[in-house]
């Protein structure tokens, strides 16, 4: 693809790519057709509009997806967005198994590509969650209780890395279970650290 839009860094990621090279070179050249500046973040092409983030291509063991940022901002007149797991609150994805599904859905996805960019003008911002609406497990606020400095420097942490903690915590099914990753992690939040640094 000789196109001036094009970036040298998704160059080199589409030469090393060796599963879905056709896919990403199909949505490659279908988000390219909707004027917005191809860049390379997380590792990824990533497709913006005035510095802010429209559209990532991205690619799994199952499949490759166009990833929306704004994702649940749009209207999904085909029903084809799909949240990544329950706890994604704003990007949604469009999945491929091959380049001519991809083909087949230029049209459709050119319009969702626009409603992302029309999201962005307009200046839209998704809604989180605020972490106090999650709920603290018993366990975790039972450790706030008896070493008040664990409670300041859990409030001391970023908001994702709060919600992150709160969510492994509270999936363990077990009181026996939730207590030991509180216990084995406590050392992390008084450190200031999230859960995966």
């Not at 499949?63 to 901002?73: D, I, N, R, V």
């Not at 991809?102 to 999201?119: G, P, R, T």
Request: charged letters at 30%.
């Amino acid at each position: 693809m000789t196109n001036s839009k094009t970036n040298p860094e998704v160059d080199a990621f589409l030469n090393k790519a060796q599963q879905w090279k056709a896919e990403y070179e199909a949505l490659r050249k279908i988000v390219l057709d909707c004027d917005l500046t191809e860049e390379f973040k997380w590792m990824h092409p990533c497709y913006t509009l005035e510095n802010k983030n429209i559209v990532l291509i991205h690619g799994f063991k199952e499949y490759c997806a166009l990833l929306f940022h704004k994702g649940s901002l749009l209207k999904d007149s085909h029903g084809i967005l799909i949240q990544q797991t329950e706890n994604v609150q704003s990007a949604r994805q469009i999945r491929f198994s091959n380049a001519e599904e991809i083909i087949e859905m230029e049209a459709v996805l050119k319009d969702y590509i626009q409603q992302a960019i029309e999201v962005e003008k307009a200046g839209l911002e998704v809604v989180f969650k605020k972490n106090t609406d999650y709920i603290i497990p018993e366990e975790l606020q039972t450790k706030f209780d008896e070493f008040p400095h664990l409670k300041t420097a859990f409030d001391a942490l970023t908001p994702g890395r709060q919600r992150a903690y709160i969510l492994y915590f509270s999936k363990a099914k077990q009181s026996k279970t939730r207590e030991s990753r509180v216990e084995k992690y406590m050392q992390h939040i008084l450190d200031g650290k999230g859960l995966n640094d």
